[in-house]
């Protein structure tokens, strides 16, 4: 996938025939990929009943995510780092992503013209699809109507995709927030049609884990979602290895109480130096809270039947995939 940045000062050419979708896509959940796939399949047949020039399917989306300016006191944890929601982007078939830097004079631009400067003008869009709850302009003014009279104007065609019910429930960012701040991550699993996962560092701990016999690998997590605290089956992916983990979020009240919440991630049989590592911790489930022991004894006995636990939920993951 090529991506394009700095969109409005760029000087790269875009396709003849460009069918793109707009938004955020915070989490490329369900709902997402939906739009996501209306949009390259109505470049395919736009291509098929074409005089044989392609039609491209794109994306464009902004950085930072619009909250960040328009309610930076109320941001929400993110649930993709903008590079990861890249990267599930181009795995779904779109070609072409443009970056739009979202900023306080584009957030006063009206719904008009955000169409005729950017998507007529710099784009020269063919098409757009739209999700069924897009909103667009300066609060929001612009929707689904207000794209398609500005399509019959400027000479382009408009698309609504419907929303995504899993269990009587619309998928949604907020959604799924949700879910992950209840603990709940086979359901948030569920509204993005992939275990939810966070990306981070290896650094240097207090080797709380070591001490205990069981080595973790203290992990400084990107700017995302946090689950609360407690003990989590996970599949740690680093240096081309999937491995099965057991994950501690929490301040380690038994050991040595923290004053911050760590992140430490203890792979299951991996003997080595991870200092320094990009890893990726996906969430399987949630096996327990975080709970203070009466002493060091009892807590190591629960963390070998919690390491046991996971090494079961993750075999049997991966035996269904």
Known sequence: MKIVRDLIRSNVGVPERLIVTVGAFDGVHLGHQRVIKEVVDWAQQLTDAGSGQTAVPGLLTFEPHPREV?????VPGLLTTPERKLELIAELGIAIAFILKFDKTLAKMSAERFARDV?????????IVLGHDYRFGAKGAGDYDTMVELGN???FKV???EPVVVDGNTVSSTLIRTRILEGDLEGASKLLGRCYSVSGTVTKGLGLGQILGFPTANMEAQNCLIPPDGIYAVIARFNGEELPAALYIGTSPTVKETPERTIEVHIIDYRGDLYGTQIEVAFVKKLRGDTKFDDSTSLKRQIAKDIEETRRIIERVKGAA
């Open 159 to 161: 698309r609504q995709v």
């Open 70 to 74: 328009l309610n930076p006191q109320t």
């Open 153 to 155: 104007r400027h000479g």
């Open 119 to 127: 998507l007529v003008k710099k784009l020269r869009i063919e098409a």
